[in-house]
T-cell receptor
Framework: DAKTTQPPSMDCAEGRAANLPCNHS???????VYWYRQIHSQGPQYIIH???NNETNEMASLIITEDRKSSTLILPHATLRDTAVYYC??????????????FGIGTKLQVIP | KAGVTQTPRYLIKTRGQQVTLSCSPI?????VSWYQQTPGQGLQFLFE???????NKGNFPGRFSGRQFSNSRSEMNVSTLELGDSALYLC???????????????FGEGSWLTVV
């Protein structure tokens, strides 16, 4: 069901920027790209979302390509607490005309001291 | 502002029993959705409720059911538990529902169910 493709794992040195890519080549014009992360045994935490323009908040930046077929989540200064599984999702059609949220396998980011 | 609250946090049940999990959404949120997360299958959508009506459902057997109350609080029930039902069950809430692409969904911490 997932319409996104992410690398299964990535490493990042502490203090450096972590750049997590996501491919969503079949995204439609009105679908948003959302990013969540999940630390072991906890619920997914919302990070950021966007439609066309790049977005930034206190947690991260989201860069969406002009054709919207891919995006990159940027954690500007990764810390050990950023070690988690990061999910890139787009809304996919569900039953009854409503969309459901589908998660892929995500990217396991390991921040290294 | 309080987040999504799920109870109980951990529970152990025996095969054949049933279980009820509870979810209180963020104040003002009318949509509640439920998810099952297992190591083998990842995070899978169960169903969504909005204004006490189920309007979206995933591919799960009828043993999995839910309901939503007038205050938007929701419960999910699993009957005749099987070993494979052991999982983290997550509840999420949003203002208008998963059908609105620009509408952020917020998750609770989940309920860990172990079936023995």
């Amino acid at each position: 069901d997932a319409k996104t493709t992410q690398p299964p794992s990535m490493d990042c040195a502490e203090g450096r920027a972590a750049n997590l890519p996501c491919n969503h080549s079949t995204i439609s014009g009105n679908e948003y790209v959302y990013w969540y992360r999940q630390i072991h045994s906890q619920g997914p935490q919302y990070i950021i979302h966007g439609l066309k323009n790049n977005e930034t908040n206190e947690m991260a930046s989201l860069i969406i390509t002009e054709d919207r077929k891919s995006s990159t989540l940027i954690l500007p200064h990764a810390t050990l607490r950023d070690t988690a599984v990061y999910y890139c999702i787009v809304r996919v059609p569900g039953s009854g005309g409503y969309q459901k949220v589908t998660f892929g396998i995500g990217t396991k980011l390991q921040v290294i001291p | 502002k309080a987040g999504v609250t799920q109870t109980p946090r951990y529970l152990i049940k025996t095969r054949g029993q049933q279980v009820t999990l509870s979810c209180s959404p963020i104040s003002g949120h009318r949509s509640v959705s439920w998810y099952q997360q297992t190591p083998g299958q990842g995070l899978q959508f169960l169903f969504e409720y909005f204004s006490e009506t189920q309007r979206n459902k995933g591919n799960f057997p009828g043993r999995f059911s839910g309901r939503q109350f007038s205050n938007s609080r929701s419960e999910m029930n699993v009957s005749t538990l099987e070993l494979g039902d052991s999982a983290l069950y997550l509840c999420a809430s949003s203002l208008t529902g998963t059908g609105d692409g620009g509408n952020t969904i917020y998750f609770g911490e989940g309920s860990w169910l172990t079936v023995v």
